[in-house]
C-alpha cells in the first residue's frame, strides 16, 4: 500500500493529465505526466449511500489536501486550513495569503475536499454556490485513477469564473476525455445555492441535473462511459496558461466557493 502522499502524487498528475487532454496539449506532455513510477496499490473500499450535511469534517469519509500543488495549468497549492465551515456550510477559499512560501511555491493558495472511499453507479449530488471571476473552476466531480489501482475514469461538473450562468459537464474513461458541453443554466451559480446532480447507471448513461431538472445526458455515443469507482471530490483552482479555457486571472481578493451538502445514493 501506498503513503497518502504518494497517492496525492499520482491523483494530482492525472488531474493535471485530464487538463491536458482536454485543452489538445501535446502527447509527450501528456505521456510524461501520465507516468507513475512504483507499483500501484489496491482500490480503495466502495462506499453506500450517505447524506452528509458538511457541518462537522468527518474524517471516517473525507480528507483534505494539504502541502501538494498540481502543477502545471493549477495555479495554486493546496492547503487544508482554506476549508472552513460556519452555520452549516462549508467554504473553500482561494486567496494569496503565505504564498508563495506556504503554498508549495505557487502564488495562491486553494482547497480541496475529497472520499477516502470509492462510489460506484447511482446519483451524486450537491447543493453549492460557485466562486465568480475569470480564471477559475468551481468543481464537484468524481475521479479514480493508477493511485486506486484502476484505470484513470472521471465525471465532472464544472463551473467556470468567467461565466458563472454556465455549467461545464465532461467525463473520461481510461485516460480518454473530450466530451465536453457547455449548459445554459438561467441564472447566476455564483449568486445562490443550486442543486447540481450527476445520475451514473450501469452501462447505460450519465445523466447531469439541475435543480432537479435533467440537463445533459450522455449514453456512449460519443465514446466509453467511466465503469470504475470513483472519489467524490469538490475544488477550487485557478489556471494559467489555459486562458483559451478560463480566462486570464487576475488576482483582487479571497475567492470561495461554499457547499451547504452531499449526498450519495447507491444504485
Request: charged fraction near 15%; charge should be negative.
Amino acid at each position: 500500500m501506498r503513503s497518502r502522499t504518494t497517492q496525492h502524487s499520482t491523483t494530482r498528475r492525472h488531474r493535471l493529465l485530464a487538463v491536458a487532454l482536454t485543452l489538445g496539449l501535446a502527447p509527450a506532455l501528456v505521456l510524461g505526466l501520465s507516468a507513475v513510477p512504483g507499483l500501484t496499490p489496491p482500490a480503495a473500499a466502495v462506499g453506500g449511500s450517505f447524506v452528509d450535511n458538511l457541518d462537522t469534517y468527518n474524517t471516517a469519509r473525507w480528507n483534505k489536501a494539504d502541502g501538494w500543488t498540481n502543477g502545471g495549468v493549477f495555479n495554486a497549492g493546496w492547503r487544508a486550513d482554506h476549508i472552513w465551515r460556519s452555520a452549516g456550510i462549508m467554504g473553500l477559499n482561494l486567496d494569496n495569503a503565505t504564498c508563495p512560501g506556504g503554498c508549495s511555491g505557487r502564488p495562491y493558495a486553494s482547497a480541496e475536499y475529497r472520499t477516502d472511499d470509492l462510489y460506484s453507479y447511482g446519483r451524486y449530488e450537491v447543493r453549492m454556490k460557485a466562486a465568480s471571476g475569470s480564471g477559475i473552476v468551481s468543481s464537484f466531480f468524481t475521479y479514480t485513477g493508477p493511485s486506486d489501482g484502476q484505470p484513470w475514469d472521471e465525471i465532472d461538473v464544472e463551473i467556470l469564473g468567467k461565466n458563472t450562468w454556465q455549467m461545464q459537464t465532461n467525463y473520461f474513461t481510461d485516460g480518454t476525455g473530450g466530451h465536453e458541453s457547455i449548459i445554459n443554466l438561467g441564472f447566476d451559480a455564483a449568486a445562490g445555492y443550486h442543486d447540481y446532480a450527476i445520475e451514473w447507471w450501469n452501462g447505460g448513461t450519465i445523466n447531469w441535473f439541475v435543480d432537479g431538472s435533467l440537463v445533459h445526458q450522455e449514453d456512449g455515443s460519443r465514446g466509453p462511459l467511466p465503469t470504475h469507482p470513483q472519489r467524490i471530490m469538490m475544488n477550487l483552482w485557478p489556471g494559467i496558461g489555459v486562458d483559451d479555457w478560463l480566462g486570464p486571472f487576475n488576482y483582487t481578493g479571497q475567492r470561495t466557493a461554499t457547499y451547504d451538502w452531499v449526498k450519495y445514493t447507491q444504485y
